[in-house]
Structure formats: structure tokens, C-alpha cells
T-cell receptor, first 111, second 115 residues
Framework: RKEVEQDPGPFNVPEGATVAFNCTYSNSASQSFFWYRQDCRKEPKLLMSVYSSGNEDGRFTAQLNRASQYISLLIRDSKLSDSATYLCVVSSRSNTGKLIFGQGTTLQVKP | EPEVTQTPSHQVTQMGQEVILRCVPISNHLYFYWYRQILGQKVEFLVSFYNNEISEKSEIFDDQFSVERPDGSNFTLKIRSTKLEDSAMYFC?????????????FGNGTRLTVT
């Protein structure tokens, strides 16, 4: 089983749509979880951390289910500028700061 | 906003040559990392560095790779004898605390092409 698994997509949605991405991770000892965003051929940028209780940042909502080892990201009212690859990222158990990245899910928002 | 800077942005080298990729992390950050991304693939961890020594390295980071913080500001990745499969985007990153406790800031990357 891959350490972090995501549906690569692409997800093609119209502006204003709500879209959800899912991710599963294999290491039950992982403590920290993140969503990063990566534009084509650019560096990854932190979108948001994911907390056990779930958290929201504007149009973005992240959820964590530790029992199922499952993370989700919901984007409401999609904008053209949301078009990017969304990376699910999980900390390793080593406590050295190593992060494990998923393959990414590509989102294309159309006018 | 402070940022991580990497040079060069693109490096072309011949197989077997040595390359040094350079990075200037954010000044008050204590943890430094190199990641790489082969075209079309996921971002992969190479090495983490703290307090002037390697904290952890991946299987990719074999004897051909080394890191150094020679002068308190630069953080370099050296590949001693490049192979075709080393062609990738190399990202330097830094964080104030360990990456699972504070955001990782990535540089713009160096695209390494080995011919």
C-alpha cells in the first residue's frame, strides 16, 4: 500500500462548484497532516494544516479521520485561480520533520 | 515576506559530472531539507538537516549525495557523479521547528537535467 494515496484526477469543475478531494495514509503513527498546493512546475505551498477536529479556512475545509486514516479537502465556490494540484502530506513517525507527499490531485476549474 | 532562494534555477550537466545546488534558507529557520520531484511524479524526501548534521536521509540519498551548511547561511546539496535518473526538480525547504510542527517553506527549485 502506498504511504499516501490520492486520486490523481483530473477533476474538471465549473466555477462556483464545490469539489472534494480524499486521501488515505498507511502509517497509523503519523501525527501531522497537511494540504499543500502546487502550481505547474512550481514549488509546493502550504494550503492548510489538518486538525483532528476538522478546520476551515475561508472556502477550504479539511477533515481528518484517524480511525480510517483518511483526510479530505473540500473547496466551496471554486475560482479559476483554484486550478492547481493539491498534495496530501503526512508527517513520518521519525520526528525529524520528514514529510511524505501524495501524488497529488489535479483540479481544473473552467469558466 | 522572507523566502527561501535557490540557485541556479536550471542546471544542465553531463552524466558523471559533479553538481552543487545552492539554497539560502529563511534566516531564523533551524531545520533544512532537500526534496526532489521527477517530472510527473510525487515530491520525494531526500534529507533533513538540523544543528549542522543530517537528521534523516532517504534511500535515494546514497553515497553520491552530500549536504553542507558551509557558512551559516547557504545550504548546499552536492551530487558527486550524476546519473541520468538524477534529472529532476530539486527543492530546498526550511522551517522554524520540525516540519510537522511548523510550515515548510520551499524555494523555487532547481531543475537539474543530466544528459
Amino acid at each position: 500500500r502506498k504511504e499516501v494515496e490520492q486520486d490523481p484526477g483530473p477533476f474538471n469543475v465549473p466555477e462556483g462548484a464545490t469539489v472534494a478531494f480524499n486521501c488515505t495514509y498507511s502509517n497509523s503513527a503519523s501525527q501531522s497532516f497537511f494540504w499543500y498546493r502546487q502550481d505547474c512546475r512550481k514549488e509546493p505551498k502550504l494550503l492548510m494544516s489538518v486538525y483532528s477536529s476538522g478546520n476551515e479556512d475561508g472556502r477550504f475545509t479539511a477533515q481528518l479521520n484517524r480511525a480510517s486514516q483518511y483526510i479530505s479537502l473540500l473547496i466551496r465556490d471554486s475560482k479559476l485561480s483554484d486550478s492547481a494540484t493539491y498534495l496530501c502530506v503526512v508527517s513520518s513517525r521519525s520526528n525529524t520533520g520528514k514529510l511524505i507527499f501524495g501524488q497529488g490531485t489535479t483540479l481544473q476549474v473552467k469558466p | 515576506e522572507p523566502e527561501v532562494t535557490q540557485t541556479p534555477s536550471h542546471q544542465v550537466t553531463q552524466m558523471g559530472q559533479e553538481v552543487i545546488l545552492r539554497c539560502v534558507p529563511i534566516s531564523n529557520h533551524l531545520y533544512f531539507y532537500w526534496y526532489r520531484q521527477i517530472l510527473g511524479q510525487k515530491v520525494e524526501f531526500l534529507v533533513s538537516f538540523y544543528n549542522n548534521e543530517i537528521s534523516e536521509k532517504s534511500e535515494i540519498f546514497d553515497d553520491q549525495f552530500s549536504v553542507e551548511r558551509p557558512d551559516g547561511s547557504n545550504f548546499t546539496l552536492k551530487i558527486r557523479s550524476t546519473k541520468l535518473e538524477d534529472s529532476a526538480m530539486y527543492f530546498c525547504a526550511s522551517s522554524e521547528r520540525t516540519a510537522d510542527n511548523s510550515p515548510l517553506h520551499f524555494g523555487n527549485g532547481t531543475r537539474l537535467t543530466v544528459t
